[in-house]
């Protein structure tokens, strides 16, 4: 099993930067893929950013150019820094990670609130 507890969310002005945090316990050596998702009132699920144990970042449209996932190894940590945030940014953010045998796990979200 892996917990993944979220922080860092809060409510911010357009244009202003958060750093989202995503503490990983458990079993995290078994964790294969890391990523962010969002989930804006009523929309589905978005894919904000994702890393491999290899290394490799991909990022969705919306993140292109103002996000950036990070990983400290030292503290099983994972970050999201997010600049230049608009409103439509406005979401509750999860971490997720998939581990080997197709397992799934999510954090319970942080909520991010950017006003205009």
């Known amino acids: 099993q892996v917990q993944l507890v979220e922080s860092g969310g809060g409510l911010v002005q357009s244009g202003g930067s958060l750093r989202l945090s995503c503490a990983a316990s458990g079993r995290i050596d078994e964790i294969v893929i890391m990523a962010w998702y969002r989930q804006a009132p009523g929309e589905e699920y978005e894919l904000v950013a994702t890393?491999?144990?290899?290394?490799?970042?991909q990022y969705g449209d919306s993140a292109k150019g103002r996000f950036t996932l990070s990983r400290d190894n030292y503290k099983d940590t994972w970050y999201l820094e997010m600049n230049s945030l608009k409103p439509e940014d406005t979401a509750v953010y999860f971490c997720?990670?998939?581990?080997?045998?197709?397992?799934?796990?999510w954090g319970q979200g942080t909520q991010v609130t950017v006003s205009t």
């Open positions: 890393t491999t144990t290899g290394g490799s970042l």
């Open positions: 997720y990670a998939h581990g080997y045998g197709d397992l799934e796990f």
